[in-house]
């Protein structure tokens, strides 16, 4: 149940960082909007980072779609992506605890995100059989 719930949770947060990481980008502005920012309130150097950070949302929405397709391929994976999961979980946490942005903004992102740590690391903590090695 654990491995079906990771992999749920890691095909689901896959499409939505591929998804608006290429938004990110493509299209700063419009991918600003996902996050409901005015547009008036992003800056060149905001739209060049939304750009930078939407091209780690893409490599990172692919390694968790290699996780979700099949766990076993790479073994290391899943403890990898709980880092970078407990990471993007902080970067968003913070903003809204000193107030730069509202909780609402972030609430869905912040709802998969809080979730994935959670299925990652019951998934790394599991028992594993024996393997001989």
């Known amino acids: 149940m654990v491995l079906a719930a990771a992999r749920w949770l890691a095909g689901l947060n896959a499409l939505y960082e591929v998804v608006v990481g290429a938004l990110s980008l493509a299209a700063p502005r419009a991918a600003g909007a996902v996050y409901r920012l005015a547009p008036a309130d992003l800056s060149d150097t905001a739209l060049a980072l939304t750009r930078i ?3 780690l949302m893409v490599a990172h929405g692919l390694a968790l779609a290699l996780f979700a397709r099949d766990p076993a391929k790479v073994p290391s994976l899943a403890p990898v992506l709980l880092v970078g ?3 993007n979980l902080l970067a ?6 000193v107030g730069e942005l509202a909780w609402s903004q972030l609430a869905g992102s912040l709802t998969f995100q809080g979730l994935l ?3 990652l690391a019951a998934y790394s903590v599991r028992p594993r059989p024996e393997t001989g090695l």
């Open 53 to 55: 950070v939407g091209g």
């Open 85 to 87: 999961a407990a990471a």
């Open 92 to 97: 968003a946490v913070v903003p809204c605890a």
């Open 117 to 119: 740590v959670l299925t």
